[in-house]
C-alpha cells in the first residue's frame, strides 16, 4: 500500500489538472470555444515545442529505442486485432463495434501519457518518450480509420491521399522530424530561441490536460453501456497487463518497461470521440469510453507503477 500512496502522490496533480478543467467547464469559467481553441494550440504549437525540445537536445542514439519501437508497434496492431475479436462477440451494429474498437485500442499517450512519464521521471528525460510519438501516432491514425470504416463497408469512402497527408503533416511527427538534424548534429539554437521555445513546452502539458477534463461529460456516467465499461477494462487494465508481460519477457530496462506500460495504460484518446463524431459512427459510446476509462485511470496507472516498482521493474 506504501508504493500505491506514493505513486499516487507522484501521478495526482496530472489528474487534478483534469479535475480542476472539469470544475471550470462546470462552472462557465471556461466553454466549448475555449477547448477547441486550446486543444489546437497544443496541438499545432505548444506540444510540438516541447517534443522539439526535448530530442534536439540528445543525441538521436540516446533517444532511438529500436526494440521499443517495434515491440510497441506491434503490441498496438496486436491489441487491435483481440479488440477486434471480442467485438465480434459483443456487438451487433455496425457502429457500436467501430466505436467499441477504437475506444479499446486508441491510447491518450501524447497528453495524459507524456504528462505522468514527466512526472515520474523528469521533462529532461522524455526524449524517448517523445521520439516514440512519431511512430506510433500513425499506426493509431490507420487503425483508427479501418476500425470505424471496414464494419459500415464505408472503407472507399475515405481519401486514402489525404488521409496519408494528414499523417505526415501531422504537427506532433513534424516536430520530431525537424528535431533529428539538431539532435544529430548538435546544432545550438541560441539561448533566445531555447528559452522561447522552452516557455511554450512547459505549458502544453497542463493546457492539455485542463482541457481534457473541459471537454469531459460526467453526465455519461449516469447511462455509460456495458460496452462502454468492457472496453475501458481492457484500455486500462488488461492491455496494459499484456504489454508488462511482454517487456517482461524482452528483459526491458525500468525506462522502457515504464514509458511501455503508460503507453497502453493511458485512457482512451479524446481523437477517437473526434473520428467517430466525423464518421458517423457511435459518438456517444466512444465519449462514454473516454470518461469511464479516463476516470478510472488514476487508480489502474497507479496501482499498475507502483506494481513495477515493488517488482523492481521500474
Not at 463524431?277 to 499498475?304: F, H, P, Q, R
Amino acid at each position: 500500500m506504501e508504493q500505491f500512496f506514493f505513486t499516487i502522490k507522484i501521478i495526482s496533480p496530472v489528474f487534478l489538472l483534469i479535475i480542476l478543467g472539469i470544475f471550470l467547464r462546470k462552472t462557465n469559467i471556461v466553454n466549448e470555444v475555449f477547448v477547441s481553441l486550446t486543444s489546437k494550440f497544443v496541438f499545432t504549437v505548444s506540444l510540438p515545442a516541447l517534443i522539439f525540445l526535448k530530442l534536439s537536445s540528445i543525441t538521436i542514439e540516446v533517444a532511438f529505442d529500436g526494440l521499443l519501437i517495434i515491440t510497441s508497434l506491434l503490441l498496438i496492431f496486436s491489441i487491435f486485432i483481440i479488440s477486434w475479436i471480442i467485438s465480434t462477440f459483443l456487438t451487433k451494429d455496425p457502429k457500436d463495434k467501430g466505436a467499441f474498437i477504437q475506444g479499446s485500442f486508441r491510447s491518450n499517450y501524447a497528453i495524459v501519457g507524456l504528462a505522468i512519464l514527466a512526472n515520474l521521471i523528469g521533462y529532461d528525460n522524455l526524449g524517448k518518450a517523445s521520439l516514440l510519438l512519431a511512430f506510433i501516432m500513425p499506426l493509431y491514425n490507420i487503425l483508427g480509420i479501418i476500425s470505424l470504416t471496414v464494419p459500415m463497408n464505408t472503407e472507399n469512402k475515405i481519401n486514402l491521399l489525404q488521409t496519408m497527408k494528414d499523417i505526415i503533416l501531422n504537427p506532433l511527427i513534424l516536430s520530431v522530424i525537424i528535431a533529428i538534424p539538431f539532435s544529430i548534429f548538435q546544432f545550438d539554437i541560441g539561448d533566445t530561441l531555447n528559452i522561447t521555445i522552452g516557455y511554450l513546452g512547459e505549458i502544453a502539458l497542463p493546457l492539455a490536460l485542463i482541457g481534457i477534463g473541459a471537454s469531459l461529460n460526467l453526465e455519461r456516467l449516469k447511462s455509460a453501456s456495458s460496452l462502454s465499461i468492457i472496453s475501458s477494462f481492457l484500455k486500462i487494465i488488461i492491455f496494459p497487463a499484456i504489454a508488462v508481460l511482454v517487456g517482461v519477457l524482452l528483459q526491458f530496462d525500468k525506462e522502457e518497461m515504464l514509458i511501455l506500460f503508460i503507453l497502453f495504460a493511458s485512457p482512451t484518446a479524446i481523437a477517437s470521440f473526434i473520428m467517430a463524431e466525423a464518421m458517423n459512427s457511435n459518438a456517444k459510446l466512444s465519449g462514454d469510453i473516454i470518461v469511464v476509462s479516463t476516470l478510472c485511470s488514476v487508480i489502474t496507472i497507479s496501482l499498475g507503477v507502483a506494481f513495477l516498482r515493488y517488482f523492481n521493474l521500474f
